[in-house]
Nanobody, 126 residues
Framework: QLQLVETGGGLVQPGGSLRLSCAPS????????IGWFRQAPGKEREGVSC????????NYADSVKGRFTISRDNAKNTVYLRMNSLKPEDTAVYYC???????????????????WGQGTQVTVSS
């Protein structure tokens, strides 16, 4: 079964940092755009960031621009989300997903992503 596995979540104080990792199981990420999404309790899932297969194009939600950085290391078959200056409103379950069409569209449409991980919890609290 093709799936993605997210790691790196946890509890962090406001202003702190975390790095999330996304690695596939059963396939390689080389040919896919990878997106990061998050879902807070009682809210809809929202797009956070995405990166094309080559790494040449990225997009960020306005709420995380300047604080989050997405990157990928295809040799390690892993995509990362570096999160700095974390705020309580960043608290959510974070998911990574693979876009088979390699679009990484700014609208972060979930239907563009065919494979999803189970998510990792990020809690920002003092």
């Amino acid at each position: 079964q093709l799936q993605l596995v997210e790691t790196g979540g946890g509890l962090v104080q406001p202003g702190g940092s975390l790095r999330l990792s996304c690695a596939p199981s059963g396939f390689t990420v080389d040919y896919y755009a990878i997106g990061w999404f998050r879902q807070a309790p009682g809210k809809e899932r929202e797009g956070v960031s995405c990166i094309t297969s080559s790494g040449g194009s990225t997009n960020y939600a306005d709420s995380v621009k300047g604080r989050f950085t997405i990157s990928r290391d295809n040799a390690k078959n892993t995509v990362y989300l570096r999160m700095n200056s974390l705020k309580p409103e960043d608290t959510a379950v974070y998911y990574c997903a693979a876009d088979v069409l390699d679009l990484c569209s700014r609208s972060f449409q979930t239907y563009e992503y065919g494979y999803w991980g189970q998510g990792t919890q990020v809690t920002v609290s003092s």
